[in-house]
């Protein structure tokens, strides 16, 4: 079975431009999460979405990050614009269930100069 | 205070030694409890659930404490492969769930 799939599995942008990483969850799967990691600040827990609808977006750092799930197998998140502080590994995961275990795609490598 | 926290390490030990990792959570309402391994430039991967009563995975062993709210990881007869970032991830009540910022394990031969 396919798992978690993102995309671009990595990225180099300017400071300023929009950046925008995608998610495929696993299929059947109706809780979707998007995790920041950092070397400073481990794997931070950015949004989750149940059923298509985010349910807590608590971490989310400001109002330059957005995220959207317009569909049971793909979502979104957004950095418009970007800074070079925004430069991390950003995880999307996904699973069924309220508290089983999440299972994490490769990840999206950011670097922002 | 983290939701959840772990001592980052690094533990250094050499092949054979047995290791243990504790993580402490806050809220005292989580109701799942998991322990993930994450090597370098790759993705967090279950390496077990934890359980009320304990349980126990080939060497590695997991054990959760309600009353101090803390889970443990036990890893015996410790092997070079065993050599990675140890993640412990806790689900709140709400269902979200929160990792700890990891403990880097290192076996030398």
């Known amino acids: 079975d396919a798992g978690v799939i993102q995309s671009p599995r990595h990225e180099v942008t300017e400071m300023g431009q929009e950046v925008t990483l995608r998610c495929k969850p696993i299929s059947g799967h109706d809780y979707l999460f998007w995790y920041r990691q950092t070397m400073m600040r481990g794997l931070e827990l950015l949004i989750y979405?149940?059923?298509?609808?985010?349910?807590?977006d608590s971490g989310m750092p400001e109002d330059r990050f957005s995220a959207k799930m317009p569909n049971a197998s793909f979502s979104t998140l957004k950095i418009q614009p970007s800074e070079p502080r925004d430069s991390a590994v950003y995880f999307c995961a996904s699973r069924t269930g309220p508290w089983n275990t999440i299972y994490f795609g490769e990840g999206s490598w950011l670097t922002v100069v | 205070r983290k939701e959840v926290e772990q001592d980052p390490g690094p533990f250094n030990v050499p092949e054979g030694a047995t290791v243990a990792f504790n993580c402490t959570y806050s809220?005292?309402?989580?109701?799942?409890f998991f322990w993930y391994r994450q090597d370098c430039r790759k993705e967090p991967k279950l390496l077990m659930s934890?359980?009320?009563s304990g349980n126990e995975d080939g060497r590695f062993t997991a054990q959760l404490n309600r009353a101090s709210q803390y889970i443990s990881l036990l890893i015996r007869d410790s092997k070079l492969s065993d050599s990675a970032t140890y993640l412990c991830a806790v689900g709140s009540s709400a269902s979200k769930i929160i990792f700890g910022s990891g403990t880097r394990l290192s076996i030398r031969p």
């Open positions: 979405f149940n059923n298509n609808v985010p349910i807590d």
């Open positions: 809220n005292s309402a989580s109701q799942s």
């Open positions: 934890v359980y009320s």
